[in-house]
């Protein structure tokens, strides 16, 4: 097994360094290509016959195999850089232990992680047995740690030298057949339409990891949407999708542009506002996810999935690679002009699950992949949104479990108002939610009357309850919801496993103390109840309140 010095003597910073360089240098590739068709495109239009067909195709061609190309170095770039990252999380985790075992308590390490108590002097005296048995015992806790993080960086180090390989082997493959070679008979018949691809995250994983960046390009041009299947793996869902991010944004621009060219011509002044407002607050919403995707934070930020219906997932750090993954589902009124607020709160329980575990890699997902309720008189009554989001959170849950790399991840889903009755939905009935954990938050009833009727995989009913944690502020106006619309508060009843905390303030006399900004406030700075949750999602064992 790999040991300590080897892992102090890592500079995974200079994987990250050299990853961003790749990155800056493929992105003035990309930039030349697009240069290349533009002029390609401009020399085919006053160039006619056999000649300018030929010249067309040739350049069709040539960009195609840049693309290839393309594709092929931002995986080398993105390769170095996760592993980069992961690494040097492993590397500081790993002297943080340590560094805590012998300089804070006096204990000595080996180099292959077994840590040894110092010896009590002071006599046979039942005192000086029961001081030394108390550090024999943070003696086993330091070197459980630290044989855990020698074990991960080992696999880590592994996996890493592995994906650089196969990253490099493909784009070796481009120089000798720029074209990347015939596309598969699976490929080809899913292109031209005569099967189709799997909606089964396993299925379209075992597809993907055998594709070569042709291949997977091929699926790009056939259908830009791919980076929202779920068992493609996360880098590549976010490679994918960010470029059809900026797609989805230039085609809605050149609606608004139309229909701001027709404005002297339509005759229903009303309707063609409309339209303009509905445009504007797309390209807002595209605009928003964008700023999160850029926005300046220690850990990648990924897009697992956006579409031209209002939906898009985020997820802080890889969930790939992650020894925690947590997915966060918001309530009534969420939409993409709302995902700053889902990503911040997402961010909050990700510092305090680092908080709680410092050596551990935690990922947080924004889950914006349904159709919210926007209304909380008209809409958040019903359960139609919830029965819509059901299949498609099982699915993305699958998919997590489906590409996640080493170890399995602890798993846990955390929901807020009416999105923890989404995940009630995902898991009752007909549907099997994938998570060791969920917890509860602000919750006006998720669809079922107990915990039993929960399904999660690998869980029976009688247990289901040891896996729910729920919190709702006392006078967060939420509990003013009447049972027979979501069914009972989980908080309020006996049965449903475990309840915490959260702090709110009262409102004003004439409210009776309510205050909707309780309701919102889970994620405040310094509330008990996040403090709660980061331990949740980083697995610390927390009691019965």
């Given at each position: 097994?790999?040991?300590?010095?080897q892992v102090s003597?890592?500079?995974?910073?200079?994987?990250?360094e050299?990853?961003?360089?790749?990155?800056?240098?493929?992105?003035?590739?990309a930039q030349?290509?697009?240069?290349?068709?533009?002029?390609?495109?401009?020399?085919?239009?006053?160039?006619?016959?056999?000649?300018?067909?030929?010249?067309?195709?040739?350049?069709?061609?040539?960009?195609?195999?840049?693309?290839?190309?393309?594709?092929?170095v931002?995986?080398?770039?993105?390769?170095?850089?996760?592993f980069?990252?992961q690494?040097?999380?492993?590397?500081?985790?790993?002297a943080s232990?340590?560094?805590?075992?012998?300089?804070?308590?006096?204990?000595?390490?080996?180099?292959?992680?077994?840590?040894?108590?110092?010896?009590?002097?002071?006599?046979?005296?039942?005192?000086?047995?029961?001081?030394?048995?108390?550090?024999?015992?943070?003696?086993?806790?330091?070197?459980q740690?630290?044989q855990e993080?020698?074990?991960?960086?080992s696999?880590?180090?592994?996996?890493?030298?592995?994906?650089?390989?196969e990253?490099?082997?493909e784009?070796?493959l481009?120089?000798r057949?720029p074209?990347?070679?015939?596309l598969?008979?699976?490929?080809?018949?899913?292109?031209?339409?005569?099967t189709?691809?799997s909606?089964?995250?396993?299925?379209?994983?075992?597809?993907w990891?055998?594709?070569?960046?042709?291949?997977?390009?091929?699926l790009f041009?056939?259908?830009?949407?791919?980076?929202?299947r779920?068992?493609?793996?996360?880098?590549?869902?976010?490679?994918?999708?960010?470029?059809?991010l900026?797609?989805?944004?230039?085609?809605?621009?050149?609606?608004?542009?139309?229909?701001?060219?027709?404005?002297?011509?339509?005759?229903?002044?009303?309707?063609?506002?409309?339209q303009?407002?509905?445009?504007?607050?797309?390209?807002?919403?595209?605009?928003?996810?964008?700023?999160q995707?850029?926005?300046?934070?220690e850990?990648p930020?990924l897009?697992s999935?956006?579409?031209?219906?209002?939906?898009?997932?985020?997820a802080?750090?890889?969930?790939?690679?992650?020894?925690?993954v947590?997915?966060?589902?918001?309530?009534?009124g969420?939409?993409?002009?709302?995902?700053?607020?889902?990503v911040?709160?997402?961010?909050?329980m990700?510092?305090?699950?680092?908080?709680?575990?410092?050596?551990?890699?935690?990922?947080?997902?924004?889950?914006?992949?349904?159709?919210a309720?926007?209304?909380v008189?008209?809409?958040?009554?019903?359960?139609?949104?919830?029965?819509?989001?059901?299949p498609?959170?099982?699915?993305?849950?699958?998919?997590?479990r489906?590409?996640?790399?080493?170890?399995?991840?602890?798993n846990?889903?955390?929901?807020?108002?009416?999105?923890?009755?989404?995940?009630?939905h995902?898991?009752?009935?007909?549907h099997?939610?994938?998570?060791?954990?969920?917890v509860?938050?602000?919750?006006p009833?998720?669809g079922?009357?107990?915990a039993?009727?929960?399904?999660?995989?690998?869980?029976s009913?009688?247990?289901?309850?040891?896996?729910?944690?729920?919190?709702?502020?006392k006078?967060?106006p939420?509990?003013?919801?009447?049972?027979f619309?979501?069914?009972?508060?989980?908080?309020?009843?006996?049965g449903?496993?475990?309840s915490?905390?959260?702090?709110?303030v009262?409102g004003?006399?004439?409210?009776?103390g309510?205050?909707?900004?309780?309701?919102?406030?889970?994620?405040?700075?310094?509330?008990?109840?996040?403090?709660?949750?980061?331990?949740?999602?980083?697995?610390?064992?927390?009691?019965?309140?």
């Open positions: 097994m790999i040991t300590i010095s003597s890592w500079q995974p910073e200079t994987m990250i050299y990853g961003n360089s790749v990155i800056v240098a493929n992105d003035t590739f030349h290509i697009a240069d290349f068709g533009r002029r390609g495109d401009d020399l085919t239009t006053h160039w006619r016959g056999d000649g300018g067909s030929a010249a067309s195709i040739r350049a069709i061609t040539d960009r195609l195999s840049a693309s290839h190309v393309e594709s092929a931002t995986a080398i770039a993105e390769v170095y850089s996760s980069g990252k690494l040097s999380q492993t590397k500081e985790a790993l232990v340590v560094d805590d075992a012998v300089a804070g308590a006096a204990m000595s390490v080996t180099d292959d992680g077994y840590v040894h108590a110092p010896e009590v002097s002071g006599g046979n005296t039942v005192a000086v047995a029961i001081l030394q048995g108390t550090l024999n015992g943070k003696a086993a806790w330091f070197q740690r630290i993080l020698l074990i991960r960086a696999d880590d180090d592994g996996r890493a030298a592995s994906a650089i390989r990253a490099v082997a784009l070796d481009l120089r057949d074209n990347g070679g015939r598969s008979q699976q490929v080809s018949d899913i292109v031209r339409g005569v189709q691809l909606g089964e995250p396993g299925v379209v994983h075992e597809l990891e055998n594709l070569s960046p042709a291949e997977k390009d091929a041009d056939w259908d830009h949407s791919i980076g929202n779920d068992g493609i793996p996360q880098i590549d869902r976010d490679h994918y999708n960010r470029a059809h900026q797609e989805l944004r230039d085609a809605a621009r050149q609606r608004l542009d139309l229909l701001m060219s027709a404005h002297g011509a339509v005759s229903d002044e009303k309707s063609w506002s409309k303009i407002d509905t445009i504007r607050a797309e390209i807002a919403g595209y605009d928003n996810v964008n700023a995707l850029s926005a300046g934070s850990q930020r897009l999935l956006i579409d031209g219906n209002g939906h898009a997932v985020i802080l750090e890889n969930p790939d690679v992650a020894d925690t947590s997915t966060f589902v918001p309530g009534t969420a939409n993409l002009g709302d995902v700053a607020t889902g911040s709160r997402a961010e909050a990700r510092d305090a699950a680092v908080a709680a575990d410092p050596y551990k890699v935690h990922s947080v997902v924004a889950w914006y992949g349904y159709d309720p926007q209304s008189t008209s809409d958040a009554t019903k359960s139609v949104f919830a029965e819509d989001a059901a498609k959170l099982d699915r993305f849950q699958e998919g997590l489906t590409t996640h790399e080493g170890q399995p991840s602890l846990t889903m955390i929901g807020h108002s009416y999105g923890t009755t989404v995940i009630g995902a898991a009752s009935g007909e099997t939610l994938d998570a060791d954990r969920v509860l938050v602000g919750s009833g998720i079922v009357d107990k039993s009727e929960l399904n999660l995989t690998g869980v009913p009688q247990e289901a309850s040891d896996h729910v944690y729920s919190t709702t502020a006078n967060d939420i509990r003013l919801t009447p049972n619309i979501h069914g009972p508060q989980p908080v309020s009843h006996y449903w496993g475990h915490f905390d959260s702090d709110g009262s004003p006399w004439y409210t009776l309510w205050n909707v900004d309780s309701h919102g406030g889970y994620w405040d700075p310094g509330n008990a109840g996040l403090k709660t949750m980061g331990q949740i999602i980083a697995g610390v064992e927390v009691g019965d309140e």
